[in-house]
């Protein structure tokens, strides 16, 4: 399996709220697909299959991490702005 044998395939995304294609999902952070990526598409395409195929364990471990809480990254935000004015 090609890894651009996806690519033109659109699915909803449901982290903007809209369909894109499989191209985007699988190159998102640095090249490295959106942690969301098994959850969004195991429907539609053999994810994992493609997923094992293309990606080392230590890529899946990087990008299967679940993210962060938005609370959480607002507070480490927050606390970055605070030492640079200071």
């Known amino acids: 399996m090609e890894i651009t044998e996806f690519d033109d395939i659109a ?3 449901r982290m903007l709220g809209h369909k894109v294609p499989f191209a985007y999902c699988r190159s ?3 090249g490295l697909p ?3 990526i098994l959850d969004c598409w ?3 395409l053999p994810i994992e299959q493609f997923v094992s195929e293309h990606y080392s364990p230590e ?10 809480p938005k609370v959480a ?5 927050i606390e970055k702005a605070k030492k640079i004015k200071s």
């Open 42 to 44: 195991f429907e539609v």
């Open 11 to 13: 699915g909803y995304c």
């Open 73 to 77: 990254t607002l507070i480490e935000l």
């Open 28 to 30: 998102l952070k640095d």
């Open 59 to 68: 890529e899946q471990e990087t990008f299967l991490l679940p993210s962060k």
């Open 34 to 36: 959106c942690s969301k």
